[in-house]
């Protein structure tokens, strides 16, 4: 027998040229392939989707029901290991996919639409192997309307923070520290001062598995986060606490660049508070030790705490091993972040 699939519709204004209104209320079946959810994204758009209720199971004979999350590694090693999309993903993972991308949503996640293309969800484990599942969960879809600000001032030490509606909130309001928030999976604002050279224009850069890879005739672009790229603390006495994140690119060969973002949370969702381009690095550090030092090529530690946080970065020429590493102060003056003093810098004992 033929299954159908069942969807609730809950539209708060009236209808918008992409089909979705303000939100979105769909049931998204276990034993089912991935789901149209009648949902037309449009590229360059801001998106959430997020899980609001119900379980289900890729084995009920043998397996619990579970979330959107998908099945804790204990248990998902104990499945046969044939039907997955992505062997990193558990299974019974909420799925995304928009033409032939599939990507991960789990209990909830923001995204930019990098295309034209119909939302589909479904549950991770391969249409051929659905016979056994059981369950179902509510998902919930939003198109955001928000922009990230330009915060960082090309003529001043201060970098602003966003207004509390401002940015791209990757997730929906369920996160209680800035901690649980997945910033290897994220997607974040970038500009030409992120990046030197021009690979054509972007707003956003999404990253999947700490990396994004975009590769042309002579060169790659590579974005990437590692996991000694972010630093944790409660900087502002939000007491849900910020994350200090390095972000650095590269564009040809071992030249790269760094841009800093710190994250907060507000109403549970992680929502830019300051960002810090390379080009502002530079001319912060270039104040103090002249306009013939530098630049500051990327960060080797972190640390965040009440009111600061500190990272040492190498500096200085060449870029194939820079000559020294400086320590840079930024302290939260309630409404940005302003650099403390002189950078002090030693040699790099690589060099």
């Known amino acids: 027998m033929k299954r159908f699939v069942f969807i609730v519709l809950s539209c708060l204004f009236i209808g918008s040229a992409s089909g979705l209104t303000a939100t979105k209320d769909v049931r998204v079946l276990s034993n089912e392939s991935f789901q149209s959810t009648g949902i037309i994204l449009k590229a360059g758009m801001q998106y959430r989707v997020w899980q609001t209720g119900g379980k289900w199971t890729v084995d009920y004979r043998n397996f619990g029901y579970v979330n959107g999350a998908g099945y804790p590694p204990q248990i998902d090693r104990r499945i046969y290991q044939g039907c997955k999309y992505n062997s990193s993903w558990p299974y019974g993972l909420l799925l995304g996919k928009i033409r032939s991308h599939i990507f991960p949503i789990g209990l909830g996640r923001g995204f930019t639409a990098p295309e034209d293309g119909l939302l589909e969800l479904g549950i991770h484990d391969a249409s051929r192997c659905l016979a056994d599942n059981a369950g179902s969960l509510f998902v919930r879809i939003e198109e955001v309307y928000q922009h990230y600000p330009s915060i960082a001032s090309p003529k001043s030490a201060v970098v602003s923070a966003p207004s509390p509606t401002g940015g791209y909130p990757q997730i929906p309001s369920r ?27 972007r707003k956003t850069v999404t990253l999947k598995d700490a990396n994004y890879i975009e590769k042309f005739r002579d060169s790659t672009l590579a974005f990437g986060v590692d996991k000694n790229d972010i630093a944790y603390g409660d900087i502002t006495g939000s007491h849900t606490g910020e994350a200090v994140i390095a972000l650095s690119c590269s564009f040809m060969a071992n030249f790269s660049t760094t841009t800093i973002y710190v994250y907060t949370l507000r109403n549970g969702v992680p929502t830019p508070l300051a960002k810090i381009p390379w080009d502002n690095l530079n001319k912060d550090y270039r104040r103090f030790w002249g306009k013939n030092n530098g630049p500051v090529w990327g960060v080797t530690s972190f640390k965040a705490s009440k009111g600061r946080f500190t990272f040492e970065g190498w500096v200085d020429s060449p870029h194939a091993c820079p000559a020294n590493i400086a320590r840079f102060i930024y302290t939260w003056n309630g409404s940005g972040f302003v650099l403390v003093g002189k950078p002090a810098k030693r040699k790099n004992p690589q060099c």
Request: a negative charge; hydrophobic letters at 30%; proline letters at 15%.
């Open 175 to 201: 996160f209680s520290r800035i901690e649980q928030v997945d910033f290897f999976n994220f997607t974040y604002p970038v500009g030409p001062s992120d990046c030197p050279n021009d690979f054509g224009p």
